[in-house]
């Protein structure tokens, strides 16, 4: 599988709701290919969420990020 492929599997096995199969190595793929695929996929996933946290939580308004006020 290509880049692509490998990233449409991830979608489809992680919204099964069994961790271990979205985890799992495809049949016959490259483990390196696996892992920069998910890697990435976790990065731009992180990023996501650090530049909507960003966006709403500033220095003045949220000095420490903690889950209680």
Known sequence: MQGALLR?????TLGSGNLR???KLPTG?????WLAVNTVDF???VNL???TL????TAENCP????TP
Request: charged share 25%.
């Open 43 to 45: 990065f731009n996933q």
């Open 8 to 12: 449409k599997h991830i979608d489809a």
């Open 21 to 23: 199969e979205a985890v």
């Open 49 to 51: 969420l650090y530049g």
């Open 54 to 57: 960003t966006e709403f939580c």
């Open 29 to 33: 793929e490259d483990l390196n290919e």
């Open 64 to 67: 420490t990020m903690t889950v």
